[in-house]
């Protein structure tokens, strides 16, 4: 993370000085110079920086955390608050159709294909035979330049011979599933719980493996009400907010 300077207040000012401290890091916020997520200097940090006391540097932060440009706590450090993005998640959930709806830009990127033996949770999902083989993807997707989920799903290898190709390919679920004839699919359940993001999934996310993700384990089924795809996603819990939804769309 590139080292943020401030400088030390105007005391000749008629501006109080805990005021100048909370318009100096707004200003480096809303100039992207801090970004979204940026870690804040310690309040001893800033202190010594600004050459003021610590209370002083307190009250400003006090204020920047009332107008929600920042939070956090002091034991884990103050972050710059990032934008959160609304996803819905209904009987009909794409990630491409919740960003298309947002309009914004987005896309995503395929970490690893493999044709694996799946945990047992999966091959029950899934209505799996005895021994049957699963293709397994792993991907992340982004919107505007930021990470917002690490994503691992699960496939049946019997009904979707080369998915793992077709994926790679097209880089879309709606659209790997469409050249196997399924045109349309289906939300059958959703299951939602939070955890740490752990050094794994915080590396993909660009997040501290200590802060919080939203692990969203979900089944989507065809029409006629068979399985297609089990999902276990990690959602940035800072940079997205699930809306769950029960409109048919």
């Not at 310690?42 to 010594?48: G, K, N, P, T």
């Not at 395929?110 to 899934?126: D, N």
């Amino acid at each position: 993370m590139m080292a943020i300077l401030f400088q030390p207040p105007d005391r000749s000012c008629d501006v109080p000085v805990w005021r100048q401290i909370e318009q100096q890091v707004l200003q480096q916020i809303r100039s992207g110079q801090l970004r979204g997520g940026a870690k804040l200097p310690s309040a001893l940090e800033l202190a010594r920086q600004l050459r003021v006391n610590r209370h002083t540097v307190r009250r400003a932060l006090d204020a920047l955390e009332e107008r929600g440009a920042i939070h956090g706590d002091p034991a884990r450090g103050l972050r710059v608050r990032e934008e959160c993005y609304d996803y819905a998640i209904g009987r009909r959930t794409s990630f491409s159709r919740n960003m298309n709806n947002l309009n914004v830009t987005s896309g995503n990127k395929v970490l690893g294909t493999a044709l694996v033996m799946p945990p047992q949770r999966v091959a029950e999902s899934l209505a799996l035979a005895r021994g049957e083989r699963a293709w397994w993807i792993e991907s992340s997707a982004y919107a505007e330049g930021r990470v917002l989920d690490h994503g691992q799903a699960w496939f049946s290898a019997a009904r979707f011979p080369r998915l793992g190709e077709v994926f790679q390919r097209t880089g879309s679920v709606s659209r790997t599933l469409a050249e196997f004839g399924i045109s349309d699919y289906f939300r059958s359940y959703t299951r939602v719980t939070a955890r740490l993001a752990g050094t794994a999934t915080g590396m993909v996310l660009d997040q501290s493996p200590d802060l919080p993700v939203l692990e969203v384990e979900s089944l989507n089924v065809d029409g006629q009400n068979q399985p297609v795809q089990y999902g276990l996603t990690c959602f940035a819990a800072e940079r997205v907010q699930l809306v769950l939804s029960t409109s048919e769309r």
